[in-house]
């Protein structure tokens, strides 16, 4: 019941984003909820969530970076006027893809020494579920998990 609250708490805060500079800050906000909600159920020390905020926005900044470029190159690619241009553009894509795909890796032997191997476990396993429940509310907003039936309407009763 926790992580529905959470949940809807965290779709509520990502709302509509009318400026770059909203966007920004309601990414921010996420990233904030999100690590206190991790450093709450890991049950971190202060010190050790002082290193898990400070890995995971490390993180985050880098995808995001590297989201960038990736949208960046395929942009390039589509105006790029000759075969060897969109050829060499392609390889910077590719090497971009790849240091995407280290990201997970690198999250993997930054917080493994610090959580240890069962708060690890439990650190996956809630980012996991939670990854999976916000796609999910996010791709069908109407029919969310959890979500209570409507109540029939009340009978009236009449005193006599």
Excluded at 8 to 32: C, V
Excluded at 46 to 53: I, Q, Y
Excluded at 85 to 92: A, I
Aim: hydrophobic residues 40%; without cysteine; glycine residues 4%.
């Amino acid at each position: 019941m926790r992580w529905i609250i959470f949940v809807f708490i965290l779709i509520a805060s990502i709302g509509a984003l009318p400026t770059a500079a909203t966007a920004a800050e309601k990414r921010n906000q996420l990233e904030e909820l999100l690590i206190w909600k991790m450093s709450d159920e890991l049950k971190l020390t202060p010190v050790e969530e002082k290193k898990f905020t400070d890995i995971v926005q490390g993180l985050n900044k880098k995808k995001s970076e590297l989201n960038q470029s990736l949208q960046t190159s395929i942009e390039l690619m589509n105006k790029a006027a000759t075969a060897k241009s969109k050829d060499e553009e392609l390889g910077r894509y590719r090497k971009t893809l790849q240091n995407y795909a280290r990201l997970s890796e690198e999250e993997f032997d930054k917080l493994k020494p610090l959580l240890g191997a069962e708060r690890m476990v439990q650190y996956l396993h809630i980012k996991q579920d939670l990854t999976n429940r916000i796609k999910t509310m996010l791709a069908n907003p109407e029919t969310q998990k959890g979500q209570k039936a409507p109540l029939p309407q009340p009978k009236l009763i009449e005193e006599k």
